[in-house]
């Protein structure tokens, strides 16, 4: 059953300000700044609205409410989307020359720089996926309050690290190279298998705090975890490599284009 209707109104004042901030930062602190850098591209304005709808969606009445007392299924998807959607669509759709006076900044990339390095994101991000589906702290997070808050705040900012070798929008933290990103995404893709085994495989409960809830929705407590292990599993997969699949592709393109190059400036 949907729980009733309940405003998050902390939700819908992130939303407002990650929004109207973006709006607020091209329109006017450009001209400021950045005077001689162009205003946000279509898609990159496409990109971080959609970020913050995703994020109003997942946080918000009724899937955050769901996710927190009902089924364990929707609330994966909200990690999900908190870890593999809205990070990437906020580093594309940031322009240039806010990435480079944000993040970008010498203060705050000689903090960042360090942890957004492939193998210390890799290892906080991964350890930080595993961790928050581990049965005790899914406990505390559903039981609400601060812990829930500070849990998918961490969650978010391991995720900004974790996608920054590959999409960052500032030379301040360099990206790794093409194949590099794909190798590095391909090993993001693996280790989710060990959590997601022990979800869809488990034949007993997992998550005792969620009781019987998942048979309002006419399903069994192990049915709804053995959904959420194949979403962890598939579902971020798909995410991955289908991002793998573009690099590919940008890659090669860029390759054959070079190839041309030469070819002409040799023939000339």
């Not at 971080?48 to 009724?62: E, I, M, R």
């Not at 990435?99 to 360090?114: E, L, N, S």
């Given at each position: 059953m949907i729980p009733p209707f309940h405003p998050h109104y902390d939700v819908w004042a992130l939303a407002f300000a990650l929004a109207f901030g973006y709006?607020?930062?091209?329109?006017?602190?450009?001209?400021?700044?950045?005077?001689?850098?162009?205003?946000?591209?279509?898609?990159?304005?496409?990109?971080?609205?959609?970020?913050?709808?995703?994020?109003?969606?997942?946080?918000?009445?009724?899937?955050?409410?769901?996710?927190?007392?009902?089924?364990?299924?929707?609330?994966?998807?909200?990690?999900?989307?908190?870890?593999?959607?809205?990070?990437?669509?906020?580093?594309?759709?940031?322009?240039?020359?806010?990435?480079?006076?944000?993040?970008?900044?010498?203060?705050?990339?000689?903090?960042?720089?360090?942890?957004?390095?492939?193998?210390?994101?890799f290892v906080l991000f991964n350890t930080t996926f595993i961790a928050i589906h581990w049965p005790d702290l899914v406990t505390l997070m559903v039981q609400g309050g601060p812990p829930h808050l500070l849990v998918h705040a961490w969650l978010f900012g391991v995720s900004i690290l974790m996608w920054m070798p590959v999409l960052s929008p500032t030379t301040a933290i360099p990206r790794l190279p093409p194949p590099g990103q794909m190798g590095y995404l391909f090993a993001q893709s693996l280790l989710p298998t060990i959590p997601a085994s022990f979800l869809t495989f488990s034949t007993v409960p997992l998550y005792p705090v969620y009781g019987d809830a998942a048979l309002a929705f006419g399903i069994t407590a192990v049915a709804d975890q053995t959904i959420a292990g194949v979403i962890m599993k598939l579902g971020g997969g798909l995410l991955l490599w289908a991002t793998i699949a573009v690099i590919w592709f940008r890659w090669t393109k860029q390759e054959r284009e070079w190839e041309r190059l030469e070819s002409t400036l040799r023939a000339s």
């Open positions: 709006w607020y930062a091209d329109r006017r602190l450009r001209l400021v700044l950045a005077p001689e850098a162009p205003p946000a591209t279509t898609g990159q304005k496409w990109q971080w609205y959609l970020s913050v709808v995703a994020l109003w969606l997942v946080s918000g009445w009724p899937v955050h409410d769901i996710g927190e007392t009902s089924l364990f299924t929707v609330h994966m998807v909200e990690h999900m989307v908190i870890a593999l959607v809205i990070p990437p669509l906020m580093l594309r759709g940031i322009p240039r020359w806010l990435a480079d006076v944000t993040i970008g900044h010498p203060k705050v990339a000689r903090f960042i720089r360090p942890l957004a390095k492939p193998v210390p994101a």
